[in-house]
Nanobody
């Protein structure tokens, strides 16, 4: 089974930055075969897809974070990152890493389909 573990969340003041990490593991599963992405969710609301990135480092962003957030992946470390700058209180949410076994290609932003794997999430809180 693929396992995803997020880290890097925390509390920050408005205008600050955080970098989230997501470690991918799983015997017999190859990181390069997965579209990777980030989404967030707050209680009572639908999940919001933020970004995805394919095996060739082609990235796609939601309009709400484009220009502020940067997704990247390190294939040598099987790790996904989300650099978040200019954070605002409305960015407060639980942030999840997701992996979709698409052969490395990406389509829509996460959450992905029924074959998706996701981590437990990491909380980001931005105060004004």
């Amino acid at each position: 089974q693929v396992r995803l573990v997020e880290s890097g969340g925390g509390s920050v003041q408005a205008g600050g930055s955080l970098r989230l990490s997501c470690a991918f593991s799983g015997s017999g599963y190859h990181y390069s075969n997965y579209c990777m992405g980030w989404f967030r969710q707050t209680p009572g609301k639908e999940p919001e897809g933020l970004a995805n990135i394919d095996e060739d480092d082609n990235a796609r962003y939601a309009a709400s974070v484009k220009g502020r957030f940067t997704i990247s992946r390190d294939s040598t470390k099987n790790t996904l990152y989300l650099q978040m700058n200019s954070l605002q209180p409305e960015d407060t949410a639980m942030y999840y890493c997701a992996a979709d076994p698409t052969g490395g290609r990406c389509g829509p932003l996460p959450p992905f389909g029924r074959h998706e794997r996701r981590g437990q999430g990491t909380q980001v809180t931005v105060s004004s």
